[in-house]
């Protein structure tokens, strides 16, 4: 009876499309929601928009390499969204968003079977899967030119179905870390802790058990910088990236009865456009060129950071905050190098840092106007807006926690294999290029390429 | 009067936005049925989203054949769809969808004049148009590197004004497939057969005709690789496809009243993972390599397989019939090539004999939660849940008449072309790529390519 | 009082879901317009298909000069997007939707603060801002190869602060044009003028101030192709824009319970496709050739030519409109190379010259069955169908006004900066490419490239 009130409220609300178990064609929650079609058309369309970032990232990444690695990273960039999509179904969801054990992860809902026959759970596990292949797929950019395929078909394996969905279980989930008692627990809206931290962190990890690409620092240990192969296709797939985080960030309110959405999709952009500006800016500063590959990580670290506050701020704390994001991008660029760490395309600096400066912000500059995307959560309010500490310690202990976790295990993980069968190709293979031993096909054999 | 009954009666249940003749701004339409925009946008999207499945094609057939022939496939992929757009005006939709004629074709609404000036009638075909650009454009990648552009023009004009639409109308229009007194008729969701299938098989009488490139074949009958320049396009092209796939499998509910949608999605999804990891995982067992090519053509024809049933099935199945297709999608292109056919692309195999593979499948998997888009229509149940060989028997005839009509109309059209004026390039031509003599520019000026 | 009669009478109409000053979290505005989530949804999808285009014109741009130059083509196209973004939120949006002052201009909104804090006020935002981007985006093309990043910065803050928002306010905004006392008044449905011509025409001055490239002309001034370095990225580059051109035209009407939209698709899609014929056959009766950058001009010119009219025109009229286009692009880039005018992507003839015609067919071709998308503006006719030669002056008039504002004012801002700082490169960095003194890097380094 409690039920059937509830579900009768929430329709009248239009707030929860997702309500009825075991309603495979749909016809029960029609009936009980008039209006679950717009929502469902939203959260549908906006999924297709984060899968199309697959796209994205694999352009970018490959971009940003050589031209001698250029199959290798075109089926790592489709690997982990195949493994991500398998992987998920069978145990990724259950662990993510089945029912919560103790706060620490979820334990049903499995193969999607059951219960989970239901036009609801399967949008929200479309929603869910896109997510976790791009934190998947983050990885491929910070371990590229070395890593051998085997590897990183089982490493994407790892990901998917338990570095992920558990941490995610934890922030979006019903676990610990939502519940929090400060401010309003620990949030984030769209993912710069839960999919961008963790995919960068893990990228951390492999890069250093890897150790550096050839040439990639001189005797005296100076870093050299390898240009990639073609600033077309970085551009290309960046704009795709921009394009996508539309459906990433707005598209996670989960309903359109949010009209919310619009200030979500304008602060995105403003994130963008503010990060790729100072980073670009800067970097002519010191240099006097204008810096295309600077300016598209400015751009991505900009998105990456909005992800976390995107709901909770005002136009212009977007700016300030991508434009932060565009200052720090470059500093950890120039950061890592110096330390030895060798990320070929930046994507510790670009998902792991501004990730974890994303989740900071929300304490920031969380105005105190819109909360969760049920009416009963409470508003989220950071430092900036009188909202005291609380939520900028939720935010900083959230912050801590998804690194460690992702640098934890991203670590065990790829030691465990690298201890089992060697997680880098021969150095042989490596200035070769990958292309031809891993795969038998060179990625342009029409053209003359220099194997540098 | 009773037409009002059935108006009013199909606005309350919200499942057809489309009943209005003649009301070309809208205000109707929208009076009679206030939920209609919701289906609108829902189908637009999803339509705007297979148009530019046309980049896809151009993008994966490009990349891969060789850079001497990229430009006249650029010019082939677009001008396709140009055909389409103009021809499928004046005769393929009503053909398709005009007023049945004893269940072989329609004939009323050229171009689209009259009662057609109707935002219902329109929405109609604009997404029967995007479809019909698809069946179209499978055909370049098996007949490339060797067609004459005349030709290809030409057969575009065949394919969308007859051999498309009228079979279309057998299955779609409430043609006599869609009347089979078995099961619930014949029945292909979003058009394994309709669109695939009848791509496919046009295309395998176009190769047919046209015979093997030069090079193909070595003296001792063996085939040779011929590989395509750009894995980079052939897989952005691919992830292009797929993401266009969540609007041409999902919106062929052409209402966003059926929540089924969600389903859809998912089901449309896994399969292409399964096709991917299957075929990959397949050839690395022979060859030692992970062969990227294979992997994407495994990824399109579980999309291609699944298309039919998707609606009808769940997650688990979508898997099986996805692996399926990637062993299918090998083993196929290994046979034609041991047969003496040269498909440059492996147009034949993904969508080709995958369409076929997806029209048996509903017939083994359907599960009976779910019937068409109106909810008078029947069920759909297959061999595997209690549905009797009934729905098998009938997907087998459609398949059988839709690979026979194809293949027949498809080989007369090239030959009665080939008779006339000669559909295949000069030897001398080919040889040198069809670019710059069809066409007049090279696609990569600034770049030392081989003409191998 | 009146206040809330007039609300609650737009929102059962279902028309505006706009309503609503200072509503940042949009329960107020869904209150009181139940329905206007699908408007949101509409418009914020249509938008992000808009924000894609510039992914379009980047390839295209590229894909039509020369590899040396691409990495500053991706760097123009991106950052003018990057600086539109910013611009527009200070000024240029207040500047074209603000309280309207004299017919001239907008007074109030920037930096989005205040009032604007509300789902309606940024979903507008969003809105213009996409398209602001693309009349900025426009203009690279004409002025490729050679000039000054610097310069093209500035430009884009001067086209987005000022030419764009202002001239945008007099047809959108409330401002003159908008209420010239012939036919409906200057309309201009999704931004034939308001955008394209905009662009073409500020383009226009651009290659003017500089100049032509070396090598374009002959000693005897007669014009030498000087090809694109890839057909791919150009034909890539023409799809996206064909599908972002799904969202510029049909998202025009701001609000999904127009039905409209489905209209406005249809003729959008054959307007491109009419145009790309009629280009490529012409060319093909003069060369023998079937010229592949020309069909994409074709393509794109009826785009162009179709957006003002889209929305009053049946199909047949959206055809011919297209076909015209399509011979005009040809004539025009023709002409414009006679004179000795430079444009090396032919943006002029594409934007400036199409979005003049397709101004004036609106004044030809508009049929009567639909106004603007409120109920009580007044449906727009032109002459072709007993409207008489009023609506044709109306359009003529701001043609008139469009090209000489965005000319005029375009003039002044490269004059003043040539002045200034000289916006041309150096003839050594012409002949380099752009790519190694104005940014460090090639856009291609592991490939051997002629440096023509």
Same mark, same amino acid.
């Given at each position: 009876?409690?039920?059937?009130?509830?579900?009768?409220?929430?329709?009248?609300?239009?707030?929860?499309?997702?309500?009825?178990?075991?309603?495979?064609?749909?016809?029960?929650?029609?009936?009980?929601?008039?209006?679950?079609?717009?929502? /469902?058309?939203?959260?549908?369309?906006?999924?297709?928009?984060?899968?199309?970032?697959?796209?994205?990232?694999?352009?970018?990444?490959?971009?940003?390499?050589?031209?001698?690695?250029?199959?290798?990273?075109?089926?790592?960039?489709?690997? =982990?969204?195949?493994?991500? @999509?398998?992987?998920?179904?069978?145990?990724?969801?259950?662990?993510?968003?089945?029912?919560?054990?103790?706060?620490?992860?979820?334990?049903?809902?499995?193969? *999607?079977?059951? =219960?989970?026959? =239901?036009?609801?759970?399967?949008? *929200?596990?479309?929603?869910?899967?896109?997510?976790?292949?791009?934190?998947?797929?983050?990885? @491929?950019?910070?371990?590229?030119?070395?890593?051998?395929?085997?590897?990183?078909?089982? /490493?994407?394996?790892?990901?998917?179905?338990?570095?992920? +969905?558990? /941490?995610?279980?934890?922030?979006?989930?019903?676990?610990?870390? @939502?519940?929090?008692?400060?401010g309003a627990g620990?949030v984030?809206?769209?993912?710069?802790?839960? &999919?961008?931290?963790?995919?960068?962190? &893990?990228?951390?990890?492999?890069?250093?058990?890897?150790?550096?690409?050839?040439?990639?620092?001189?005797?005296?240990?100076? +870093?050299?910088?390898?240009?990639?192969? @073609?600033?077309?296709?970085?551009?290309?797939?960046?704009?795709?990236?921009?394009?996508?985080?539309?459906?990433?960030?707005?598209?996670?309110?989960?309903?359109?009865?949010?009209?919310?959405?619009?200030?979500?999709?304008?602060?995105?952009?403003?994130?963008?456009?503010?990060?790729?500006?100072?980073?670009?800016?800067?970097?002519?500063?010191?240099?006097?060129?204008?810096?295309?590959?600077?300016?598209?990580?400015?751009?991505?670290?900009?998105?990456?950071?909005?992800?976390?506050?995107?709901?909770?701020?005002?136009?212009?704390?977007?700016? &300030?905050?991508?434009?932060?994001?565009?200052? *720090?991008?470059?500093?950890?660029?120039?950061?890592?190098?110096?330390?030895?760490?060798?990320?070929?395309?930046?994507?510790?600096?670009?998902?792991?840092?501004?990730?974890?400066?994303?989740?900071?912000?929300?304490?920031?500059?969380?105005?105190g106007?819109y909360g969760l995307?049920t009416?009963e959560a409470p508003l989220v309010k950071?430092?900036? /807006?009188?909202g005291?500490?609380?939520q900028?310690?939720?935010?900083?202990?959230?912050?801590?926690?998804?690194?460690?976790?992702?640098?934890?295990?991203?670590?065990?993980?790829?030691?465990?294999?690298?201890?089992?069968?060697?997680?880098?190709?021969?150095?042989?293979?490596?200035?070769?290029?990958?292309?031809?031993?891993?795969?038998?096909? +060179?990625? %342009?054999?029409?053209? %003359?390429?220099?194997?540098?």
């Amino acid at each position: 009876m409690r039920k059937i009130v509830l579900l009768l409220l929430a329709a009248m609300l239009g707030e929860t499309a997702l309500c009825f178990a075991q309603d495979p064609a749909g016809a029960a929650t029609l009936a009980a929601n008039a209006s679950a079609p717009i929502d /469902y058309v939203w959260v549908l369309i906006c999924g297709f928009l984060v899968f199309f970032m697959q796209a994205g990232f694999a352009m970018v990444e490959t971009g940003f390499c050589r031209a001698k690695n250029a199959t290798n990273l075109m089926a790592k960039n489709t690997i =982990d969204f195949v493994v991500a @999509s398998l992987v998920f179904m069978v145990f990724g969801f259950a662990f993510m968003m089945g029912t919560d054990f103790k706060g620490l992860i979820g334990i049903s809902g499995w193969f *999607l079977r059951g =219960d989970n026959y =239901d036009v609801g759970r399967y949008l *929200l596990f479309f929603w869910q899967l896109v997510f976790a292949g791009t934190a998947a797929t983050i990885v @491929s950019g910070a371990v590229a030119e070395r890593l051998k395929f085997k590897a990183y078909f089982l /490493y994407s394996l790892a990901v998917t179905a338990i570095i992920y +969905p558990i /941490y995610g279980h934890w922030v979006w989930g019903g676990g610990w870390l @939502s519940k929090l008692p400060f401010g309003a627990g620990h949030v984030d809206f769209a993912g710069s802790g839960v &999919v961008h931290t963790i995919g960068g962190f &893990v990228g951390l990890a492999g890069t250093i058990v890897l150790g550096p690409r050839f040439g990639k620092f001189g005797k005296d240990g100076k +870093p050299k910088a390898i240009p990639g192969h @073609s600033i077309v296709l970085a551009t290309l797939g960046t704009f795709i990236l921009w394009f996508g985080w539309f459906g990433f960030n707005p598209g996670s309110t989960f309903s359109a009865h949010q009209l919310r959405i619009a200030v979500i999709a304008v602060n995105t952009n403003l994130a963008a456009a503010a990060g790729a500006a100072v980073a670009i800016l800067l970097v002519f500063a010191k240099t006097k060129k204008w810096d295309v590959g600077m300016m598209l990580n400015g751009c991505l670290a900009g998105l990456v950071a909005v992800t976390a506050p995107c709901a909770w701020i005002e136009a212009w704390a977007a700016v &300030v905050i991508g434009a932060v994001a565009g200052l *720090l991008v470059v500093l950890s660029i120039y950061f890592w190098e110096n330390v030895g760490v060798d990320d070929p395309v930046g994507a510790v600096s670009v998902h792991g840092i501004n990730g974890i400066w994303g989740l900071l912000s929300v304490g920031l500059f969380a105005d105190g106007t819109y909360g969760l995307c049920t009416s009963e959560a409470p508003l989220v309010k950071g430092l900036f /807006y009188g909202g005291g500490a609380g939520q900028l310690a939720a935010q900083a202990i959230g912050a801590a926690v998804c690194a460690c976790w992702a640098f934890g295990l991203g670590f065990i993980v790829f030691k465990l294999m690298d201890k089992y069968f060697g997680i880098r190709v021969s150095p042989h293979e490596e200035i070769k290029g990958l292309d031809l031993q891993e795969h038998g096909t +060179p990625a %342009y054999p029409n053209f %003359y390429t220099f194997n540098n």
